[in-house]
Nanobody, 116 residues
């Protein structure tokens, strides 16, 4: 099992940037594929980005491609989400996800608010 703690959310103006971090407990962080999801008020949770165990491959939702970058540091048990050119529609609670086999683990979420 892995415990995930997100940080780095906040209030930013449109066009600005934020970097989210997700710190994971445990000694097998590198065995998990990691991802970021988000949930806006009144909407379902949606996929944002994912990164492979080694960090060698990643994938993004079309809505964030070219603006967001996911990365990981297996030595620090941390995954990041660099968010640039933020838009008001990026406003949501952002959740970190760890996936292995058929198991998914979630953090508590961090609020990102983008003002216009």
């Amino acid at each position: 099992q892995v415990r995930l703690v997100e940080s780095g959310g906040g209030l930013v103006q449109a066009g600005g940037s934020l970097r989210l971090s997700c710190a994971a407990s445990g000694r097998t962080f590198s065995a998990y594929a990691m991802g970021w999801f988000r949930q806006a008020p009144g909407k379902e949770r949606e996929f944002v980005a994912t990164i492979s165990t080694s960090g060698g491959s990643s994938d993004y939702a079309n809505s964030v491609k070219g603006r967001f970058t996911i990365s990981r540091d297996n030595a620090k048990n941390t995954v990041y989400l660099q968010m640039n050119s933020l838009k008001p529609e990026d406003t949501a609670v952002y959740y970190c996800n760890a996936h292995i086999f058929t198991n998914d683990y979630w953090g508590q979420g961090t609020q990102v608010t983008v003002s216009s």
